[in-house]
């Protein structure tokens, strides 16, 4: 059964892994700070971006990017996992030069694929109110928003036929492999040896990256 939700075509969404930390964390500290507020709740300096990252725990979690040309993080979504209560938090963010190219609305729905699939009951996310960017983000993939003393709640309840799909997570795996071997072969070719030593550290993040994962633990706060 095909879900009853929006989707994103075109746009490859690829799972991160641990070898990407340092990646995640400059990808926050370029959002300017008003973007990080929002992103985060609160304001945030460069030592709490990073203590962020490094508490990711991505035995349980799921992280899932969108690369730029450069082979660069410019999107990432952190799906952080309660597996006692199935609950799932997600935190979105999109570089500026990025947006209104549907790369947030792609993460959230890969995420929704991810957590439907694993067989998680609610998906949420929390921002500010005046965030009226994420808000309408949620409200086009079906989120239900409310609005409580300047903070929006918007969530999902999640049901496996309607919002996943083990072979469209597949599909959607390889499409991302695919998109990552043809922005390497670019830079392979644009920058003949300059890029190579870069390459060689993804390819092998790649490989590791659909290693199994074992959900364990509380769901982290967010930073």
């Known amino acids: 059964m095909q879900p009853n939700v929006s989707r994103a075509p075109g746009v490859a969404v690829v799972r991160l892994n641990a070898r990407y930390r340092d990646d995640i964390a400059r990808h926050l500290m370029q959002l300017p700070r008003e ?6 709740g609160h304001p945030i300096a460069d030592n709490a971006v990073r203590a962020y990252v490094e508490g990711i725990d991505f035995a349980r979690d799921s992280v899932f990017g969108i690369h730029g040309p450069a082979m660069d993080p410019i999107g990432v979504a952190h799906l952080a996992l309660d597996p006692a209560e199935k609950i799932a938090e997600l935190g979105v963010s999109v570089d500026p030069s990025s947006r209104s190219k549907g790369y947030g609305f792609a993460l959230l729905q890969r995420s929704v694929l991810h957590a439907a699939n694993l067989g998680y ?4 996310m929390y921002c500010l109110a005046e965030n009226g ?5 949620a409200q086009k993939a079906g989120l239900t928003v409310v609005i409580e003393r300047g903070e929006a709640d918007a969530r999902l309840k999640l049901d496996r036929l309607k919002h996943g799909g083990a072979l469209r997570e597949a599909m959607a795996d390889q499409f991302a492999l695919v998109d990552n071997m043809l922005k390497q072969q670019y830079l392979w070719l644009a920058f003949p040896g300059i890029e190579f030593a870069k390459q060689e550290a993804n390819d092998e993040r790649g490989r590791a990256a659909d290693s199994a994962e074992t ?5 982290p706060q967010r930073a």
């Open 133 to 137: 960017t994420m808000m309408r983000l």
């Open 35 to 40: 973007d990080r507020r929002l992103r985060f």
């Open 121 to 124: 009951r609610v998906l949420f």
């Open 215 to 219: 959900p364990q633990g509380p769901v």
